[in-house]
């Protein structure tokens, strides 16, 4: 494949991620395909382990590099808490609705 049919297959990948500020002390709420699996990861660590309801809502799999991938199953809400692997807790509501899939990258926010 030449070189710039290359760069143009990867160029969409990151114009479609979305870096979502962490923030433990409230739940936050995404929109994420309803149609494709959409992969979730902090950016600085790997999710270890994670608390999903109702468990029928999709199908969840935690990868052993520490993303997370997520396919809806019903259209009705999934709730899931992430544990990341320096003790990063994150509560998501999820609401699958009609639109492109997008990597959701869960980042720290620095203080200055």
Known sequence: ???FLFILFLLPLSLFA?????????????????NTPTRIAFDNQRIVDLFVYPKE??????HPSGFLMVLP?????????????????Q??????TDQQPALIRLCTLTKE
């Open 1 to 3: 494949m030449p070189k």
């Open 18 to 34: 979305r870096d979502i500020p962490l923030d433990p002390d409230t739940p936050l709420v995404l929109s994420l395909s309803h």
């Open 57 to 62: 809502g999709a199908n969840v799999f935690l």
């Open 73 to 89: 199953a019903s259209g009705s809400p999934l709730f899931l808490t992430l544990i990341g692997e320096n003790g990063t807790i």
């Open 91 to 96: 509560d998501l509501q999820l609401d699958f």
